[in-house]
């Protein structure tokens, strides 16, 4: 029987992607959960939606909406843009598309238009890029897009008393419904962290591969996990995201 494993936001670094699913020795038999994020940042989103459609023709995937890919396919299926997207990642994926010939463009469109907004698996973990607003779960949230904006749910679970247990009166009920949520876009470098952190049942795997630091893949059983080498190590001449 395979291994679950859950990858954080890999911002066009697929140099970082090779390495953990290698470090991570992860075989055909395996299923792979992407949280999210693909594109801006680093130069190489056009060859990582390649190989990630590649990947899904010999591994079980599942691949979630980050806040990223959806500006990014507003972009490739309308022209749709704006300063601050160019600013945080954006200028370099619209760069990175110079010399993409447009029928390629159809299929990354595509790739992105089918992401999933989240995952619920077999034992109710469930798997969003960002978090949700609604205490009666992601199934009920009222504005979908929190689905992959939402920063509360993290802010919550970092302000918490750690002492709080699920039968007390004031756990949080958006919690109460997953026996675990595993979360990227909230880079972890913000809190001075570069390695998966876990507050009440929540596990944040955006190991901040956008910036400087590693990407990680995590077995979602054991929490064992790997990680690349420091991401602008491997793109020696580019900045990643601002």
Known sequence: MGKTFVIGDIHGALKALIQVLERAKVTEDDTLIFLGDYVDGWSQ???????????????????LRGNHDELCYKWLKYEESNDVWLFHGGQVTVNSYADVPMNIRHIHMNFLKNLENYYLDTENRLFVHAGFTNHNGVSQEYFEKMLYWDRSLWEMVLAMDKNLKPEDKFYPKRLSHYKEIFIGHTALSRIDESTPVNAANVWNLDTGAAHKNPLTIMDVDTKEFWQSDPVYRLYPDEKGRN
Do not use: D
């Open 45 to 63: 989103t056009p060859e990582l939606i390649n190989f990630l459609i590649q990947l899904n023709t010999t591994h079980t995937c599942v691949f």
